[in-house]
Structure formats: C-alpha cells, structure tokens
C-alpha cells in the first residue's frame, strides 16, 4: 500500500469538521493528520474535544489526536488543508495557510467569489482547477518554491443543481434560464444550534439565509469556462444564464431534493426528452476518468421510476458522490422538468473537498 | 337562533366525510343530519363505522346518527349534500343525487372538467356560481321544480394556488405565466392507507398521482370567466395561462407549502413589487362581504417576517379558510415570486365544500 | 363583564412566557398587564422584543406593549405575577416580587424544594394552596399589609403522572412504588435553542437534563398532605412512595406520553382494575367543583381504545388541562399500568400557573 | 474464494425478505440462489415483482432471478432457507419446507412457541441450537437421511431485550423481574401498509398488537436451559422469571430503544453497578468466538456518555448485530435499570436469521 498524503483539517470538531474526518478515515489516498479548531479545544484529545454527531463511530485513528490551534506552523508538512471553519473565522485563516504555501480547500463561503479562485464541484467542473495547476507550474518553472492556493467547494444546493445541467451545457450548448426550488436537509445547517427541532418538526422553513443568493451567482462561476491567459475565469452574465431560486427547509436529516426547470438558449436545436435523458446517463466526469479514490462510478444516476429520486432511498448511492436524477418530463414553460437529489454533507461540502483534493493529487500540485 | 339548514354527508367515514362532520359541529348554518357511507357501515352508529383520525374528538351530536347507504331516498329533507366519496365510487353516486334534485357540493374529482359544472374555490371564483344560480332560477320562472346541481371544489394544491393569483389577475390583467413547486401535507392522501410512515419519515416523495395535471388544468378553469349566455365558463386556453407544477410530499400533518413564480401578460404596465404587496392586503372576497358565516377575514395574509408562511405556524389563520402569502419578491426570470401556504384540508377541501353551501344558501338556491 | 384582574409576566419572550401570553389573551379572569423581560428587551414594543413561535398569532393585545425591566416597581397594580423565568435568573428576580408582597406563580425549579412553597397541580392539590391562604389570612387578620408569596408549578412530566394518582390514593390508599417512563415532546425544552432537529429527526433522546430527578422528588411532595399546623407539608418519605422515572425525549411538538406502573402500599385490598378505571373516570378536582375559569370539564378522561391516548390526537381534550389515561392493565410485577398523556405546556406549564392563579382567587388571596 | 452455501428465501419480496436478500448480497457465507413469493410474483423477475424500499440499492445479482412459488420443489439444492413470510402464510409453507427436509430459519411468530423448535437470538442463546444439532446427529448415527427442522428468530423488541440480560444471568444468576417500556421503529411494522405517517408524524402510538405478549413470553424461552434430554427446553416459569413490557412505537425509522429495569433473584449477592457493567463489557458470544462472518465484534457496546445510546447514532454498530447498552445506574425499585439500543431488522430480524444459519453451518448440520 502506498503511503498516504498527510491532509490537515480546519474547523475540525464543526460539522463540516467532522465529516472530512470520517471521509478520511476511509480514504486511501489521505490521512487526517492534523486537526486544528479554536484556542478553547486546543491541547485536548479531539475525543475530549469533540461533540461527535455523525451517525459513524468517531474513526479511532483520530480519537487521541491533539487537537491544535488553527496556525500553519502546527501543520508543516501537511499535503492539503481542508477547510470547515465557520465563515466567521475563516477569512484570515485561510489566507495565512496559503500565505504559506498551503494548498487550502475550504468549504467556506469567503473566497468563493475572488476571480483568481475556482469554486468546483469536482463532478462538474475540475477543469477550473486548472486556474492553480497553472500557477504552481508557472512557480516551479521559474525555480520558485511551490505557491500556496485555494480551491473553493461550491455551496451545497448549488452542487447538486450543476451536476446535471453541465452535461447538458456540454452537449446541447449554454442553458438561458434556470427555476430551482430546493427542499434541503437540516444536516446542512450545521450543529450549533442548527435548525431547531421545533422549527422542522411538521413544518418547512421557506427561507435559508443568504442560499438564493449563493445558487443565483455560484452556478454562473462554475459552469463558465477558464479564460484565455488560463489563470481566471470568463464568468456568465446575468444575460448568458440567469437562475431563479427558492429556498426550504424540510424535515430530512441527509439530501438535497431540487425541483428544476430549465431552457437553452439555442432555440433552432432543441433536444428531446430523450436526447436529454441519454446526455445525462452517458455523463462520465473527469474525476471518474482518472480514477480518482472517491469519485463516483457514475457522476449521475437516471432514475426512471415515476416517485424517485427520494433522499432516504437514493442519497447513498456511490457513496454520496453521485447525483440521482428522476421525474425528467417536458415543462410547458421552460423546455424540461426534473427533481435532482444530492447528498449535501458528500457532494455539497465536505466529500466535494476531498475529491478535489485527490484531483489535485492527480493533476500533480499537491 | 335561527334554525339550521340540513346537509348530508356522502362518504362520512373517510377523512375528507370526517372533516366535514366536523366542520359542521361548529357550523352556525348547517348541521350534519344523514350521514352516508358504505354498505359495510350502513346501519352501524357512526362512532362504530368510523375510525375517527381528528385532532378534535367526535363531535357528541354524530356520535349516534346511524350511517345510511349514499342513496338519494335516505337524504329528503336535506338542503345540501357534501360529497367526501373517493372518486371510484363518486361518479354514479352523485350523478343520482343531482337527479334527484339535491344541491351536491363534491370534493371528488369526477365531475370538475364537465363544462356545466362550477368549479369553485369559494374566497376566489364564487361569481362562477352564477351558472346554478341562473339555472335554478330560470326552472322557478318557468314554474318547474328546483333541479338538482353539483358544485366541485378544486383539488386542495390549485386551492392555494389561485387564491393570491385571483386579485393579481383582477388589477393587473391577465396572467400569462406560472410555476408552482408544492410541498404538501400527508393529510391531504387520506387514511387507507393514505402515505406510509416509511414513505415520509426522512423523506420527500417527489410525485403525487394526478396532482401536477390538476394543478395545471384547474387553474384555467378557476380563473376564468363566465360564459355570456351564463351557463358554462370561458375556460382560458394554453395561450392564456400556462401552469407548470412540480409536487412533492413532504412530513407535514396539515398545511400546503407552495413556490410560486408568475408572469403578467401585459408587458407595458407590470406592477411594482410593493403594487403586488398592496393588491393581495386589499383584497376581499364576497363570501366574506357577505357575511358567510365561516369565511375568513381576510382571505390572504401577507407576511413580511423573512421565514414565513410557515404550515406549524400559519395553517389555522382564519380557521385554515385565510391564504398566507410571504417572502414576495421580484424574480429574475418571471415578474415575482412568493410562498403561499394553505390549509389542505380545509380552503382546499371540506371547508371550501361548507363555504361554497353558504354562498349558494346567500344566492337563495338551497 | 366584570373587570379582569391583572397579571405580570416574567420572562415574556421566552417559551414559557409566549404561553401565559397565549393564555392570559383567552383568559376571562385575567389580563396580560405588564410584560417583563431582561434589559435587552426592555423598552421595546412586545411584538418587537419576542420571536413569536406559538401556532396561534400573537394576540394584537399584547404586541404594542413596551416590555419592562423584571424589577416589581414596574409592576405595581398587578393582582398576580406568572414568572416564566429560566432558573439561571428566576431566584433573586421571584424573591424581589415576593419582598415586594406579590403573589408568584413560577414555573421555574427554584423555590420548589422550599418547605413553606406550595408545589402545585391545580387538578390535583390545590388544597395545599391553604398553606399561603392562612399565610394571608393572618396578616390580615393581625391588621398587616398581604404578604407577598410564592406559588411553584411542577416540572411538566411530573404533572402528568400524579394526575392520576391523585384520585387512586385518595380512593384506595398510598401508592407504595411507581415507575414511569416518559417519550417526552421538545417544546419542553424551550427554545434556545431547544432540542436541535438534527437530535430529534428519525431519533430518540434517552435523557433530559435532572428530570428524573425531578420526577422522582416532586410526586412526594404533591401527593403529601399540609402538616397539622398549616403552614407547610408532610413530605412522603422514600419508605412511603418511591418513584423510578426514565426520561426520553421524541419527535413530539406537544404532549407527554408516560408509561406507568404502579404498587398500592396496602396489600389487603387491593382494588379490581374495574374500581381503578371507576375511580378515575369519577375523579373531579377542586378547580372544576369552584368553577373555575380554565378548569377541565374532566381533569381525567379514561380511554378505552386499544391504542390511545397519543399526542396529536388527545393532547388538546379540554383546552389541554386534561389528562388522558389509557390502556389500563394489570401489572405482573407491580398493581396495574397505563399509558397517561398529559400536555406539557398547559396543565404541565403555563396553564397550571393560571388555574392556580384562578384558585387562588377563588380563595380570596389575590 | 471458498463456493458459497445456497439459501432459499420465503416471502422474498415483503420487507424481511428484502433485507434478507440485502445481507445475503453482502454475506460471504451464503447466496441467495431461490426467492420465492405468492403465485401473484411468481414468474416474474424480482425486480419486476418488488418494490423495493431499502436505503441500499437491490442487488444486481437478484433483480433479474425469477421469482418462484414458495414449494420445497422449487428449492432443491438450497442448504438453508429463510422465511420473511407473514404469519398468515408461514405456518403450512414452513412446514412443507421441513417435512421435505430442509433448515429453515423463520422470522414469523408462528412455531415459536413449540417446544421442540429452538428460539434464538444468535448472540444471546446459540446453544438452544444444540437441539437440532442433536437431532441431525442422531439421524445420520442412524443412517437416516439428514432430517428438515425449523429454528425461530425471536420478536424484534425481545432481541434488544434479552442480548443484556443473558450475562448478567450467567454472571450473577437469575433474574426474578423485567420492567420494560419499548420506543420502536416503523420498519418494524413492514410495508403494506406499515405504520401510517398520519400516525407517526407528531406523535407516539402506545400500542403493537401483540408485542407485550411476545416479549413478556418469549424471554423466558430464550433466557432458559435446554433440557437433560436435549431435545427440548426447561422454559421458565412465571415464578422465575416475569417481564412486564409497555410497547410504543416512535416515529424512528430503524432502531428500537428500550428503558429496561431488572431484579436479580439471588438477593445476598446483588452485584455492583461496576461489576454489571464489567459483566456487560465483558461479554463474548458464542457466534463471536467461532469466528461466524456476521458476528459482531462485541454483541455488546456499554456507552457512558450521559445521553446515549440513540437510535440514528447508535444502530449500526458492527453492521446492526451488536446492542447498545447505556445508562446503566441503580434503580430505587428494581436493582438497577438502563437503556437498550437494537437495530430491529438486523439483530431484531433478518440479521439474526442469517447470522443463525452461519452458527448451524459451523456446527455442521446445513
């Protein structure tokens, strides 16, 4: 077996924390091997320091290990950083890991919308990665030691809305108009507090502060293309795609449900239902491609049976890294209708981070 | 106190029959006095027929009425009947009572498309009653007995959906465009089995049989005119109004959760957001100029706290006969968007079915 | 209509105080007179201090109110005042009011381990209220101004066990053993942040923070008699009843569902589950034979189904102050058992603090 | 790769035999090779004939196997079979099924309690296997051929109930009392229809027909010798051991939790609470030490965080076959008390009939 990368973890007794954790436990190309939080857990076991709320037991190669301060001295030698602060906090943080010369992959919101960042889906949109891959090379030709950078992972309900519109943009050219009603998980909100269990219980919650913005803009980065001098990226305009979304919250603790409807801009051609199914089935990502650990054996699954995808039945499936797609119908309105699901804490945040990472691997800047 | 009217109950031992006995044990105008059911039941007490699912008890004057076979000969004497009968058996039921010369108000769906058949949605379309009223009219003027009519309530997820479009549509002209994405209640699939625990709990079901048809086909028919001969409905074509829905079901008891995006017609005078705001806090239905015992106050509320319409919170305003509309906002693809959210079980079912007898018992037809 | 007395609240935008507000605003003795709350609310208008999560709107009433400082000079002219305080602040705050000579109703812990505090379940020993009537009644009578006192309602699980004790002890004697398991509703919890979604979403919690504790001390002092000199209580020992309670939270908004058994301490005649059900069904309290506003019709109803009592469908029998009592059985280890559920928020909270308020009127002291 | 023993599973399309047909596609000791259902199914391909509802994918070795009727005839080869059938059909087809020779492992209640059929819980009583061991032996010492018989998987909530007690009875002996008050998931109840989400969302259902009965019975089968002769068992007598069971069901997916309270017999050497949670920590089971594929690596966990076990944290432990034992502590009543976790369809049902049949492959009688 070949020796593991060495991965450190911001934010690591957080939500986001905890599930990078997990994921690296069952990683063959990754090793949690610092886990850095607040001055309050610092110095303790991270079991002593931890609340731990995944429904996995807390992997025991973690269980002793002391938990640090979130300073890049701590974790020298690290391959990559994965990010699960709190936006809160992250913003100089982060900064001072890739003032270092960290390779950072952060879920935070902070720099996802820096024009020098990517923010990928790593299903969708590794080619951006390319923005750093170019950097680190441009560096090492010129004998500098190797840069620090950051890789954003995209928000979770964003993730699972540009999963299948990619392949489709691929295929049948650039999409003009997107309607998304999402019914999301309260895993997605984190722990403390999180969303109350009385505000979810026999109820949905029609508002996410800040979500609609963030699949409004988020999806018009990601599905654009690296621009010509290849060290930034030719964002849509509201006039190329415009994505209109709504925002709930629902009793589900694991999986994003989207309702979708969407229209290309070229009207001379457009496909048919079947056209769009079989795109969709056909997908095969580049994560895939390269044989990426943990990337999924299909980017997205093609549910044909009329009530799915349901997120107790389809949120699991290749781990979480792929994306289930049903109900797919003609739409009096837009051109077509369809529900995507999507694991929120695997492809929305954290198990995004690390195939990032293992693309980076691949791509040879880690 | 005045004495009250009698009404029947057909199907009284199903959810859609017990809610209406309900109803009518706090009804000022109208008593449950023959309850109908199957055969099976036929004979027994309706306590022992029925296996009572209500958040309140029985009420104590049913209790003991015996349940009669749904045959228009156990029904003289009532000024109108309530049909609560599945659609299987609706049909033949219905059509003996109309002929029998009773006043039939049905939730079933069997005889919502039939061109002579008000469909009606009482706090919106009650004008569309017009078409009976003149029919029992002109049978009084020519000396012929009362005739027999049925009026349809709409499927319960159209309900709430055309309640804020109706003013809308009424100031600011026709609307050309709408997409709905629901989120309703389990209350609304009935009791045998209605949906499984299995199905709901952590969960979405993203498919209700039928219901994106009716949401789409309904709309036209609640929304339009009357014809000018005033016995039928200039029902709005494609090209009028194009609905497009999106259903799911989610782990809420009682309460219908709509996104709802639309688009006017008229291109040259679109209404400002704060116009829209001001249109649905003016409007007033007639059932509540009237003075119809249960109409709301207000037939739409609209809310400006960023988190609401919630179902816990705002299902019973007005008893569930009021609409809660919030979180209104321009939309970057249509005109605007906003939630609605309705009371399944009453203004899209029984209730709707008791507020449409007391309009048709203001308009002297019972 | 004669003229409301008039109440104070403590702790008005907390959970427990949002439901005296609630109840006052239904109330016909009483009016929601002075709000208080902490310094971060105070001078605000109520509606702009509190984050209303009551299903029913906040009564129009109460909304303009400027909230006040919990300092008694802002309460003069108040007849009574319900504390809704965390016990974090209730101690110093309630014993200000009761120095200041007010009658106090708290529901917090703090004094009710105090031996000359009456701890009390209004349908179940309003007779210990004697102990601050003759308190009262001797100042009086020695020309004194009323003296201030505390009245302490009980921990919510508690309530709904000694319900139905009550009736059994004084019928058939004491109780020597009792043990209780709770499935015990979040709103219980308040709410911040209350039980988080993701603790209580497909999950159940085997622990409330000191309830059992609660549960297993409180039913001694409810069901003891005031001692021969009428200023206190004869606490039961643990060799006259002892109570073993397991506490669990569950998806529940409202309503707490308890399995009892229960050992009379007599074992020469012990009664038939025949006379146990008699003896419940027959059971009227103190509060119902004065008339008392919020008094229950019945403070037990006994049912017979198989599968009741459960939340959503009996919690709210007689406006919540009822307890309901099914599944009555003999026990083969202790007597019988039985399934109670009792609603948390009113005769387990905030209700109980206004029947008792209503009793205490009654009495004279207010 | 050693070749897999060929199992037959009875009812293969309800929800046992799905989660049958799930361990198996995972199980290295067994194949699903025949999946036998009504003659409505039979004929068709599994996956055309189920409706599949299982949070795994249905296993692509099985969807296309032709579903068989459930007759010996269509079994031949098979090494074991399984029953997931109703109990309205497993009485005559599991008899046919032995009368032709083969090893059945049933889930249905039907020959539970016959005294020569073994009832086992495969972590708790694998010896009461030694039966039919006997059985077999004899045959062949005789030169007959091998002869069918049938073993029992226990009731879901008796499971969780007895893998605790059986230590704690072999280490201190036996026990004289059970209190226990069950909080049990819907899968438990099956799919069609299960437990209705109208009965479960909110809500707690106090009553499962029959399952007071079965746990208070069965334990004292499971917990008890097999007999000199070894061909049967001493069952316990009411007067050695008695369980009082309070059975609810919770709106919890997978997962029963139990609050358990037990009396030792012996009264002059009452353990400690250190000594019972060593004696718990401590246990090995039979199926364990012989190196069985689906043994769990500790048929018990002992928890000391204050607030465990809990079902959506806890239920997988070792793949759903080990319990989760927390909250150990004295009880006032009893001698000490607790609460028990176990997954309901793994160690509850169809996890114990797998994990049955690899004991009795160990023990050379498949």
């Not at 709190?86 to 992959?105: L, R």
């Not at 928000?155 to 998304?180: E, H, M, W, Y």
């Not at 009385?198 to 599905?223: F, H, Q, R, T």
């Not at 499936?317 to 009096?332: C, F, I, K, M």
Request: hydrophobic share 40%; with cysteine.
């Amino acid at each position: 077996m070949p020796i593991k990368m060495k991965a450190g973890v911001l934010g690591a007794t957080g939500s986001v924390g905890q599930r990078f954790i997990l994921l690296l436990s069952e990683n063959e190309q990754f090793d949690a091997a610092v886990l850095g939080a607040s001055s309050r857990s610092a110095g303790k076991k991270y079991q002593d320091a931890v609340v731990w709320k995944q429904t996995s037991l807390l992997p025991g190669e973690s269980k002793d290990l002391i938990v640090q301060e979130c300073k890049p001295e701590f974790f020298i030698g690290c391959n990559v950083i994965f990010s699960g602060l709190d936006a809160e906090y992250a913003g100089p943080i982060e900064k001072s890991f890739v003032d270092a010369g960290f390779a950072v992959v952060s879920n935070a919101k902070n720099y996802r919308r820096v024009p020098s960042v990517p923010l990928v889906v790593p299903t969708v949109n590794s080619e951006h990665l390319e923005v750093v891959v170019n950097r680190v090379k441009q560096a090492r030709s010129q004998g500098l030691s190797k840069p620090g950078f950051e890789v954003c992972i995209s928000n979770c309900s964003t993730a699972g809305l540009v999963v299948p519109l990619k392949p489709l943009q691929d295929k049948f050219g650039p999409i003009r108009f997107v309607a998304v009603t999402t019914m999301q998980a309260i895993s997605g909100a984190g722990f403390s507090p999180g969303t109350p269990g009385i505000d979810i219980l026999d109820n949905v919650v029609p508002y996410i502060s800040g979500e609609e913005d963030k699949m409004e803009w988020e999806a018009k980065k990601i599905l654009c293309s690296v621009n010509g001098t290849g060290d930034g990226f030719d964002l849509l305009s509201d006039d190329q795609l415009t994505v209109s979304a709504q925002c709930n919250r629902v009793a589900v603790s694991d999986g994003h449900t989207e309702c979708v409807s969407w229209k290309f801009t070229n009207r001379d051609k457009v496909p048919s239902l079947e056209e769009v199914k079989q795109c969709l089935k056909d997908y095969s990502c580049e994560a895939t491609e390269l044989g990426c650990p943990s990337a999924p054996k299909h980017a997205i699954y093609v549910l044909d049976e009329p009530d799915r995808p349901q997120p107790r039945l389809d949120r699991n499936r290749d781990r979480g890294y792929a994306v289930s797609v049903g109900r797919l119908r003609e739409d009096p309105i837009f051109d077509f209708k369809m529900t995507v699901l999507s694991h929120n804490t695997i492809i929305g945040a954290a198990g995004s981070g690390i195939l990032i990472a293992e693309l980076l691997a691949k791509k040879g800047v880690l």
